[in-house]
């Protein structure tokens, strides 16, 4: 593919989130590293409050081949680079991060990978030659090598650093792959190998991953479930929805917080009806909450709708609850066993409570 199609050989795709410090250094490494070719690099900042936007668009003002992509009200690390993707239009792009621990010296090892011809070409601190001695300490190491093990179990590829955030693709097979993506998280080398419709060639580059010298990670508790729920989903070939299976897992975590209590209140000599009621409102408070922080996160309640969404919550699964006794009674009743009977009865509550959950309590 010659020059006269395309503007740019590639497009460097930087996702950041208060990073105005890096920036600038790192334009300096890409003007030194990429002589070699026509490049583009591409910011995608979710609107940092640090305004690093605003020293890309001044790095914008003195370089053409830099530009800013803003993103308002919205967050993520995979979505953002996915965008940044689409935003861009060389034949081959390249994604590292904006903090400057990905050496861009490695750079033209992926573009000339992908440019003989492998759809994929990732850089790997596993490899002879790689290093992730700038994984900030031995709990990121732990995590790190738990994610790769994991991710390894449901790849289709091979590879030894699947949790590498340091890749060059080639764009055809970017589009083939874009619709099938789940953007959720910060693993986009995992949703791309899991989302491409065929099995990709992958090549690995060794990379040392430095450490950072300024701003912090934002890998926290909540993009771990993020990864986690990416691999469910992608197990499942997205069958059973991975907010189904949080919202069973909260259940679970409910039901412990009703027997507890119904427990206690009856040993502390609370009649048997009025403890198993003040253990069921309980554990729907409990369940309420979880559910606004995990199952529904993006879409949580706050302020007065979350009182209001309490109440129905409480309704719904009282019919649930309800319902749940019915069901189990009926079936008892025409000589089901009672494990069977009650198993049904809960499956049917569980169903209800995230039907109407959805779709009354924390619609779209
Ligand atoms: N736009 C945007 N939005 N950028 C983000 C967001 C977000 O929500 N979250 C993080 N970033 C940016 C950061 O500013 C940084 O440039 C890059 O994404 C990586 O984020 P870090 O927070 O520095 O991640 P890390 O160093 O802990 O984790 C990295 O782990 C791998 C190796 O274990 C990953 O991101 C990988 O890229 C890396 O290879
Ligand atoms: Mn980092």
Not at 121 to 146: F, I, K, M, P, Y
Not at 151 to 171: E, I, N, W, Y
Not at 275 to 293: E, K, R, W
């Amino acid at each position: 593919m010659g020059r006269a199609m395309f503007p740019y050989d590639v497009s460097i795709v930087v996702p950041c989130y208060n990073e105005v410090e890096n920036v600038r250094p790192l334009v300096e490494a890409l003007r030194r590293v990429l002589a070699d070719y026509a490049w583009e690099v591409i910011f995608v900042d979710d609107n940092s409050p640090d305004g690093t936007i605003r020293a890309v668009h001044a790095l914008a003002g003195e370089d053409q081949r830099v530009r800013g992509l803003r993103r308002v009200g919205r967050k993520g690390l995979s979505s953002a680079v996915i965008e940044g993707i689409l935003s861009s239009s060389a034949p081959i792009v390249a994604v590292m991060d904006g903090d400057l621990q990905h050496d861009e010296g490695q750079l033209p090892a992926l573009i000339e990978a992908v440019r003989g011809g492998c759809d994929l070409a990732v850089g790997s601190r596993h490899v002879e030659g790689g290093d992730s001695a700038g994984l900030a300490n031995a709990w990121r190491h732990t995590l790190s090598n738990s994610g790769t093990i994991l991710a390894q179990c449901v790849l289709p590829v091979r590879l030894t650093d699947p949790m590498s955030g340091f890749f060059a693709v080639s764009r055809s097979v970017f589009d083939e792959t874009a619709p099938n993506l789940s953007g959720s998280g910060f693993k986009i080398l995992v949703d791309l190998l899991l989302s491409a419709p065929r099995k990709l060639s992958v090549q690995e580059v060794p990379c040392t991953f430095r450490s950072r010298l300024a701003g912090e990670s934002k890998l926290d508790m909540l993009v771990m479930l993020q990864f986690l729920t990416l691999l469910v989903d992608r197990f499942f070939h997205g069958w059973l929805p991975v907010r189904f299976l949080v919202f069973c897992a909260v259940g679970l975590v409910g039901l412990g917080v009703n027997l507890a209590i119904a427990y206690g209140a009856g040993a502390l000599g609370l009649g048997g009806a009025l403890a198993q009621q003040v253990g069921t409102g309980v554990a729907m408070v409990v369940n309420f909450v979880l559910d606004n922080q995990f199952t529904y996160r993006d879409r949580r309640l706050k302020g007065a709708r979350c009182w209001l969404g309490l109440v129905l919550f409480m309704l719904v699964c009282t019919v649930g609850a309800v319902a749940n006794v019915g069901i189990a009674r009926v079936l008892y009743d025409q000589n089901a066993t009672l494990d069977v009977a009650g198993i049904a009865g809960a499956v049917l509550a569980v169903v209800w409570n995230y039907a109407l959950s959805s779709a009354l309590i924390w619609r779209v």
